[in-house]
T-cell receptor, first 115, second 114 residues
Framework: DGGITQSPKYLFRKEGQNVTLSCEQN?????MYWYRQDPGQGLRLIYY???????QKGDIAEGYSVSREKKESFPLTVTSAQKNPTAFYLC??????????????FGPGTRLLVL | AQSVTQLGSHVSVSEGALVLLRCNYS??????LFWYVQYPNQGLQLLLK??????LVKGINGFEAEFKKSETSFHLTKPSAHMSDAAEYFC????????????FGTGTRLTIIP
């Protein structure tokens, strides 16, 4: 079945530690996205990529980094510079490169907790 | 900048009653509008999408939404609520050109009373 997988389901971060969240899709989509979800705030865009080897900052990119070396993979690193990383992280993809009006398909999410 | 307002962060309805979740948008260009549903600790699933082909959009699980340009609204309805409808619902807007991406509302949590 085609879809988006995210791992791990739960992730614990220690103070000063960088952690990486995995996102893989087998939908052959060009565009991929990372969102952060906090209670009562909806979804906020962290980074997005419309093509391999290229990505753009979203609304809340500070303290995060990404790479897009393969079409099917878009990992997100939460760095130690992100002082409030506790949240639910959602990865999404959409078919084309324009992003306009395209349906985004979401993975099951990763919940990041700070120890 | 485009924006989405969802009136009511929590809505409770009795099983079998009408479900009405409100969404108003702001966009300087013709919009695409979406409703997504999220069950606890899961990702978002598309319920329906407005693309200007028809103002009344039918989605999955018996939901539908009507685009009203004069009211800048895209409210979600379902005639008869079922226990399985309990979830969080997000309205989102995307322009058909420009620099802005998909923008989400803050969500409405729907509770179904037996």
């Amino acid at each position: 079945d085609g879809g988006i997988t995210q791992s791990p389901k739960y992730l614990f971060r220690k103070e000063g530690q960088n952690v990486t969240l995995s996102c893989e899709q087998n939908l052959n989509h060009d565009a991929m996205y990372w969102y952060r979800q906090d209670p009562g705030q909806g979804l906020r865009l962290i980074y997005y990529s419309q093509i391999v080897n290229d990505f753009q900052k979203g609304d809340i990119a500070e303290g995060y980094s990404v790479s897009r070396e393969k079409k099917e993979s878009f990992p997100l690193t939460v760095t130690s510079a992100q002082k409030n990383p506790t949240a639910f992280y959602l990865c999404a993809s959409s078919p084309g490169t324009s992003g306009f009006g395209e349906t985004q398909y979401f993975g099951p999410g990763t919940r990041l907790l700070v120890l | 900048a485009q924006s989405v307002t969802q009136l009511g962060s929590h809505v409770s309805v009795s099983e079998g009653a009408l479900v009405l979740l409100r969404c108003n948008y702001s966009s300087s260009v013709p919009p695409y509008l979406f409703w997504y549903v999220q069950y606890p600790n899961q990702g978002l699933q598309l319920l329906l999408k407005y693309t200007s082909a028809a103002t009344l959009v039918k989605g999955i699980n018996g939901f539908e939404a009507e685009f009203k340009k004069s009211e800048t609204s895209f409210h979600l309805t379902k005639p008869s609520a079922h226990m399985s409808d309990a979830a969080e619902y997000f309205c989102a807007v995307s322009p058909d050109f420009g620099n802005e991406k998909l923008t989400f509302g803050t969500g409405t949590r729907l509770t179904i009373i037996p």
